[in-house]
């Protein structure tokens, strides 16, 4: 049972900066990436940045490209997303993912953007722009 506890979310006013972090726990396997989502009302949950463990290869949507950074600590087992220049846009409960469904198989990075994807989620953390 993949345990995920997110935290770092607020309330900031347009421009500011938050970083979110991620903590997960109680991995069966090794996993091929480290995600994080967001949703709002009402929506679907939208893929936002991923990062692969091993080479720390970055992805990104484009509407947060140049804004928003996913690291991670393997050492650690978390993943973080620096998020600067934030936007109302931003607004939305903050998820992360670690334990794709078919764990024998690495996804690609469309893939690892997919909600539909995973089955484990944390608690999620509240990120609200205004």
């Known amino acids: 049972h993949v345990q995920l506890v997110e935290s770092g979310g607020g309330l900031v006013q347009p421009g500011g900066s938050l970083r979110l972090s991620c903590a997960a726990s109680?991995?069966?396997?090794?996993?091929?990436?480290m995600n994080w989502f967001r949703q709002v009302p009402g929506k679907e949950r939208e893929g936002v940045a991923a990062?692969?463990?091993?080479?720390?290869?970055?992805y990104y949507v484009d509407s947060v490209k140049g804004r928003f950074t996913i690291t991670q600590e393997n050492t650690k087992n978390a993943v973080y997303l620096q998020m600067n220049n934030l936007k109302s846009e931003d607004t939305a409960m903050y998820y992360c993912?670690?334990?794709?469904?078919?764990?024998?198989?690495?996804?690609?990075?469309?893939?690892?953007?997919?909600?539909?994807?995973?089955?484990?989620w944390g608690q999620g953390t509240q990120v609200t722009v205004s």
């Open positions: 993912a670690a334990d794709w469904k078919w764990p024998t198989v690495c996804q690609t990075s469309a893939q690892a953007l997919e909600a539909s994807g995973y089955d484990r």
């Open positions: 990062i692969y463990v091993a080479g720390s290869t970055p």
């Open positions: 109680g991995f069966t396997h090794t996993t091929c990436a």
